[in-house]
């Protein structure tokens, strides 16, 4: 069966410091990946999409930058945390480009000081 | 940008009832699809209507579109203290295939 693992969990980070989240999937291959971030009671709003290594694409210019070394990892970085950059983020893979269901992981809280 | 609106926001009601969930959308869809967040947790799917399809049954779960009024509806069946959760609705938009999500309702469940 497919698993989806995201860390770290919890991170509290002053502003101006980097950032690396990272998000594997098992149990799949070229599995389509996504980053989200979710506002305190907002929905959830897309990062940053990859449908395969090396293969990037934004949804909104900001402090982030997103990358795929292999097949199955997703990255989620920024080289200076601004406030801002506060919140939930939520890495999620799919089979089936656009129209297929998503499967997330568990979230990242960063905090930003 | 966000698609789908749900509504209420919040919904309290006790153990036994049945709760529902509206979500209305302003751009034509592929699909539509119904998630449910525990608190600090990630996204876990519930079911997906496509935009041919009336009404969708899941176990305790009841999904309805109207694509003529933009809109759909999930329903809880005799709910339970575990159903406790924030929902959300996510739009497959037809042109383009993005997906896009609500806000969200928050349901309490009380015992």
């Known amino acids: 069966s497919q698993t989806i693992h995201q860390w770290p969990a919890t991170l509290v980070q002053p502003v101006g410091s980097p950032l690396s989240l990272e998000c594997t999937v098992e149990g799949t291959s070229n599995p389509n990946l996504y980053w989200y971030r979710q506002a305190a009671g907002r929905g959830l709003q897309l990062l940053f999409y990859s449908v395969g290594i090396g293969q990037i694409s934004s949804e909104v210019p900001q402090n982030l930058s997103a990358s795929r070394p292999q097949d199955r990892q997703f990255i989620l970085s920024s080289k200076k945390l601004l406030l801002s950059d506060s919140g939930f983020y939520l890495c999620?893979?799919?089979?089936?480009w656009g129209t297929g269901e998503l499967f997330f992981g568990e979230g990242s809280r960063l905090t930003v000081l | 940008s966000q698609q789908g609106e749900e509504d209420p926001q919040a919904l309290s009601i006790q153990e036994g009832e049945n709760a529902t969930m509206n979500c209305s959308y302003k751009t034509s869809i592929n699909n539509l699809q119904w998630y449910r967040q525990n608190s600090g947790r990630g996204l876990v799917h519930l079911i997906l209507i496509r935009s041919n399809e009336r009404e969708k049954h899941s176990g305790r779960l009841r999904v309805t579109l109207d694509t003529s009024k933009k809109s759909s509806s999930l329903l809880i069946t005799a709910s339970r203290a575990a159903d406790t959760a924030s929902y959300f609705c996510a739009t497959v938009l037809y042109n383009n295939n993005d997906m896009r999500f609500g806000a969200g309702t928050r349901l309490t469940v009380k015992p």
């Open positions: 999620a893979w799919s089979i089936v």
